[in-house]
C-alpha cells in the first residue's frame, strides 16, 4: 500500500499497534512447561480485547489465532496442546491482524530459559541484520540489495538465510506488493522500494539450510535437517528521510 491519506497513516499505525502490544505481552507471557495452544490463547484474548482480528485465521483460516514456531520450525507453526517448551527453545511468535480495516504485522525469535542450544548468537543476528536492513531501505533502493545485504549479514556472522519465504508489502491486505522481499539477492526481482509505501520486512537466518519444507499439519514450515531458524519482522513505511517504523511498541 501507499500512504496517500492521513485516514490511512492513522489506520496504519492503529493496526500496528496492536499487533506490536499483543507480540511484546505474548513473549512476556511464555514460561517453561507451557504449551504453544495457551500461548496462543492468550493472544487471541488480547487481540479480541484490543478490536484486532487474526490475520491468519480470517484471510486463511489457519488453526490458530497467531503463529508459534518452534526450533526447526520457521514460520507458520500451529499452536498445539502437545507442543510443550522446554528451557532453551528457540520461540517465534508471529503475530500479524486486521484493525478496521488495516493490517499490521511484526514477529520475534527468542531463546526460553537457558540458552543451552547456544542460540543466542543467531537470535541476535536475526535482530541485528533486521536494524540494518530497515536502515537501509530508501525510496529506489532496488529490493534485491536489500536481500543481499541480508546474505551477506548472515554469511558473515557464519549463518545461511532461508530463500523461499520472504517479507512483502501490506496495508488494506496482510499480503500486497512487493509481494518478496527476499533475504537473499533474487537477480529476477528489479522491482525498487517506492515511497510512502508500507512494508513487513523479515529476516529469516537459520544456522545451516536455505530451504524449508511444509510439514504433515500443512501448515508449519520448518527445516529438513533440524537446522534452526530465527525471524524478526517490523511493519515499516519507506520514507525519504529515516524509515518509519510502525511496530516499534513490540520492543525489537
Partial sequence: ???????????????????????????????????????????????????????????????????????????????????????????????????DGYYGDNGCSFVLGEDVQNLQPLVDASHEILTKAIANIKPKVKINEIG???????????????????????????????SEIACWKDRMNRQRFRVNSVIAVETFISTKAKF???????????????SFVAQHEHTMIVRDGIPEILTWENGI
Avoid at 551477506?152 to 517479507?167: D, M, Y
Avoid at 524449508?212 to 533440524?226: F, P, Q, R
Wanted: hydrophobic residues 35%; charged residues 30%; proline residues 3%.
Fill in 212 to 226: 524449508v519444507y511444509e510439514a504433515s499439519d500443512g501448515w508449519t514450515l520448518k527445516t529438513k535437517d533440524g
Fill in 1 to 99: 500500500m501507499i500512504i496517500k491519506t492521513d485516514a490511512e497513516l492513522e489506520g496504519m499505525k492503529a493496526a500496528s499497534h496492536v499487533v506490536a502490544r499483543v507480540l511484546k505481552k505474548m513473549k512476556d507471557y511464555v514460561e517453561i512447561g507451557m504449551t504453544t495452544k495457551e500461548i496462543d490463547d492468550y493472544g487471541g484474548k488480547l487481540l479480541a480485547e484490543m478490536g484486532g482480528k487474526s490475520a491468519p485465521f480470517v484471510e486463511y483460516k489457519f488453526p490458530g489465532f497467531t503463529c508459534i514456531s518452534v526450533n526447526n520450525e520457521a514460520c507458520h507453526g500451529v499452536p498445539s496442546t502437545k507442543k510443550v517448551l522446554k528451557n532453551g527453545d528457540l520461540i517465534n511468535i508471529d503475530v500479524s491482524a486486521n484493525v
Fill in 148 to 178: 543481499h545485504l541480508i546474505h551477506s549479514e548472515a554469511k558473515k556472522r557464519g549463518f545461511n538465510v532461508i530463500r523461499n519465504i520472504c517479507g512483502h508489502g501490506i496495508g488494506r491486505k496482510l499480503h500486497e506488493e512487493p
